[in-house]
């Protein structure tokens, strides 16, 4: 099963890297931008086939290891 | 002193906080170097370092790979133990990714990766680490990182601040850290995460001594305790 893993900045959290993106967007003449947010996204392969067990197994990966919950959330996404 | 430092694949500060540790420590005692896959630590250890550097090339967020490499359950439990842990520059993104400390380091707030001396105030000498200085005094310490920027939560700010745990704060804020934090302790004041390197200004060769006073706050905390 193929999983895709959705890593974002928590509201709030500055993100000075969307800040830079957003400017060189302002720069390249794009109008109109009110916010850019930069995040990361993570794909993985799994044997699992059960939808739920899946899921479950990939939040579990996400607490331990692929989002910091300190500053991100996390979006599972079974593909 | 008994101290021994977790080595990293891409750690690169490893070696000088070896040589600080060893200059307070007595002559026959030579810091212990330890690679990250070893799963337990020698006993009768005094201090933990965890050093700077670029453990697992940064990849995914710095430090977070290192802290959950085999090792760190050892210095979890030795931190929960009452055990001394230092983390400098990726060392405390490690402690703050392993849960020792609370916080996280973000992408500093120009972008740029930042490495010079800057002034750093000492904001608490009731500390295992800052005992030898003076409260408030200034003091210049080398950084060299582009991911410094610590971030906390509105509660966790409080709380540091009500509990006297911010040990370091920057004089000219060089990375966008929240309340110019530099350095915080635990909450048993036992565990120090610092972004600017102490090790890298301990004699006067290097240009400065003020880091220092660092690593003989722990030997005196340690031996007069």
């Not at chain 2, 007595?26 to 965890?50: R, V, Y």
């Not at chain 2, 800052?130 to 610590?150: K, L, M, Q, R, W």
């Not at chain 2, 102490?198 to 290097?206: I, Q, S």
Request: charged letters at 25%.
């Amino acid at each position: 099963m193929k999983v895709r893993v959705h890593i974002t900045l928590k509201p709030g959290v500055l993100d000075p890297q969307g800040a830079a993106v957003r400017r060189s967007l302002d720069s390249l003449g794009f109008d109109g931008i009110e916010k850019v947010r930069q995040g990361k996204v993570i794909e993985l392969d799994l044997k699992e086939a059960d939808v739920l067990k899946a899921t479950a197994q990939v939040e579990k990966m996400c607490e331990k290891l692929l989002a910091n919950t300190v500053i991100e959330n996390y979006l599972v996404e079974i593909l | 002193m008994r101290a021994a430092v977790i080595q990293f694949p891409g750690s690169n500060c490893d070696r000088d906080m070896a040589v600080a540790l060893d200059k307070v420590s007595d002559n026959n005692k030579q810091t212990q170097m330890i690679w990250h896959k070893e799963s337990g630590l020698p006993h009768g250890l005094d201090i933990i370092a965890i050093p700077g550097g670029f453990s697992f090339g940064d990849y995914l967020r710095c430090g977070a790979i290192a802290a959950r490499s085999p090792i760190m359950n050892a210095v979890v439990d030795f931190a929960k133990k009452g055990g001394y842990v230092l983390g400098v520059c990726n060392g405390f993104q490690v402690l703050t990714e392993s849960g020792l400390l609370p916080g996280a380091l973000m992408r500093n707030s120009d972008l740029k990766f930042i490495c010079k001396n800057i002034k750093l105030r000492v904001e608490t000498t009731s500390s295992y680490f800052t005992s030898a200085y003076t409260n408030g005094e200034i003091i210049n310490v080398p950084i060299a990182h582009h991911d410094g920027n610590y971030n906390a939560d509105q509660k966790t700010l409080d709380i540091l601040n009500n509990d006297d745990r911010i040990a370091f704060r920057y004089i000219n804020n060089p990375n966008g850290s929240m309340d110019d934090i530099a350095g915080i302790l635990s909450e048993n004041r036992r565990v120090l995460g610092m972004m600017p390197h102490p090790e890298r200004l301990n004699d006067p060769l290097l240009g400065g001594i003020d880091g220092n006073r660092l690593f003989e706050s722990i030997t005196t905390s340690l031996f007069s305790a």
